[in-house]
């Protein structure tokens, strides 16, 4: 039998929405947000020579350039203030819980609730500005060695480039925030989601022009709008996909009540990694690559070149490296963001179990035992979601680089912020349903 908000929510529909007045709010004010994060991607960065840093730009857009402007929306093929984009931030969150699980004054704070996550996210908010400011001198540095870039190279330029970097990351940081608390969805997200779905429309009206000059059949457009399509429907049922292992509660007395067993469920996703593992494997492969295209290529040794030239994409050693990189990431941060032995304790202390197994230690391998097997799975569908754009290139050469990655973070944010809509017109209509009952009591008192 469906639950009260099951129930609930099979109901939902328009004239609900109509009737959320703090929802629609929220959906303005993140719409706004948004709207302002977009216009900061095209503001560019004083002192640059726009029309010299496209051309360098060019050369190196097929590397790990080409990654980072996907996730900042554009802004780092236009060298905009926003070029940085909230990439520093999740990097700092990252580097902090791998260390909360070395630290032990870090793993503490992580356990204290509200107060210790409040102490972390500033350390994060340190780690950002840190990170930030050496990325900025760093892309200062190598915007001055270009071919006439910089109109006046020197100090100046690489202060004030500095400055407006780490300020934009700061101010998108806190945008992202936030749409958190007064939006609706997860701010962060929702400003990496906005950056990447802005080129669909381009990406798209170009693979038509193409179809329409006869540069791209029309039956290969086809394939990949079914290819596209099919990959979103199995992120979605991978995504929503769970292992629920049985909870139970046994009896227990307050007072002079008896409250009977309770039974639960511990949801543990297939894939708990999220996007993380395919976004550094990426990242890995692309930055020697990135390396030697600022260097002189002429000065690399033969043996250099053709490893470059094997980590290509569409090659095999590039695909069998990106395969291996993601299957390891997803078990490596799968063990930091989960600790069974956690898990085990909290249930523990509540007083829950899992039938037929005992409690601490025995439900703490348990637990692992079927969170590695579950990994495995969601390991081999990065894999598959992010190789099949790789072999769709290679073999078709489809223009634009339709990546698994990009549809994972976008289908996975659509998935949340829709989660939310639907959160909150639930709890509104469990506020109409308790005012309704409310004055149907006062009535029968009076």
């Known amino acids: 039998m469906a639950s009260a908000a099951e129930q609930l929510a099979a109901n939902l529909n328009f004239s609900a929405f109509s009737k959320a007045e703090d929802l629609k709010k929220r959906i303005w004010f993140t719409l706004g947000a948004l709207l302002v994060y977009r216009l900061g991607t095209y503001i560019p960065l004083p002192g640059i020579n726009p029309a010299a840093f496209s051309q360098a730009f ?24 926003f070029a940085l984009g909230i990439m520093p931030y999740i990097s700092a969150s990252i580097i902090i819980q791998l260390m909360t699980s070395v630290v032990p004054s870090l793993e503490q704070l992580k356990k204290e609730g509200e107060q210790g996550r409040k102490v972390i996210n500033q350390y994060t908010r340190y780690g950002t500005v840190l990170l930030a400011t050496l990325q900025a001198y760093g892309i200062a540095v190598g915007l001055e060695g270009g071919n006439n870039i910089v109109t006046e190279p020197g100090w100046f330029f690489r202060i004030s480039t500095v400055l407006t970097l780490v300020g934009g990351t700061m101010f ?4 992202g925030e936030q749409i958190t608390s007064r939006g609706i969805g997860n701010g962060i997200s929702l400003i990496i989601f906005a950056g990447i779905v802005a080129a669909l429309p381009n990406a798209i009206a170009g693979t038509l022009e193409l179809g329409r000059t006869g540069a791209l059949s029309t039956g290969l457009i086809i394939v990949v709008i079914l290819v596209a399509v099919a990959c979103i429907a199995f992120i979605v049922f ?59 290529t002429t000065e690399l040794p033969g043996w250099a070149s053709a490893v470059l030239a094997s980590l290509g994409h569409g090659q095999p050693l590039y695909m069998l490296f990106y395969a291996g990189m993601i299957g390891f990431f997803a078990f490596f941060y799968t063990a930091i963001v989960f600790n069974p032995k956690d898990t085990a304790d909290n249930l523990k202390q509540h007083g829950g179990f899992i039938p037929g197994i005992r409690p601490g230690e025995r439900t703490a391998q348990y637990i692992d035992y079927v969170l590695t097997r579950i990994t495995v799975i969601g390991a081999i569908y990065l894999i598959l979601v992010c190789l099949l754009p790789e072999f769709l290139i290679a073999q078709t050469g489809v223009p634009f680089y339709l ?41 029968r008192g009076r």
């Not at 990654?67 to 802004?75: E, H, I, L, Q, T």
């Not at 543990?268 to 990694?273: S, W």
């Not at 998935?415 to 006062?442: M, N």
């Open 58 to 81: 060019q050369g190196q857009a097929g590397g790990i350039l080409g990654v980072f402007n996907m996730f900042s929306g554009g802004a780092v093929a236009r060298m905009a203030i």
């Open 172 to 175: 998108l940081m806190w945008l």
């Open 238 to 296: 991978i995504e929503r996909a769970q292992r629920r292992l049985i909870i139970q509660y046994p009896k227990r007395q307050v007072g002079s009540r008896m409250f009977q067993g309770d039974t639960s469920h511990l949801p543990l996703k297939l894939n708990t990694a999220g996007v993380i593992p395919p976004i550094f494997a990426s990242s890995l492969l692309l930055l020697p690559a990135t390396i030697a295209g600022f260097s002189n």
């Open 403 to 443: 990546g698994g990655t990009s549809l994972l973070i976008v289908v996975s944010v659509t998935l949340d912020t829709v989660a939310q809509i639907q959160g909150h017109l639930i709890a509104q209509q469990y506020e109409g349903l308790i005012k309704k009952s409310k004055l149907r009591g006062g009535k």
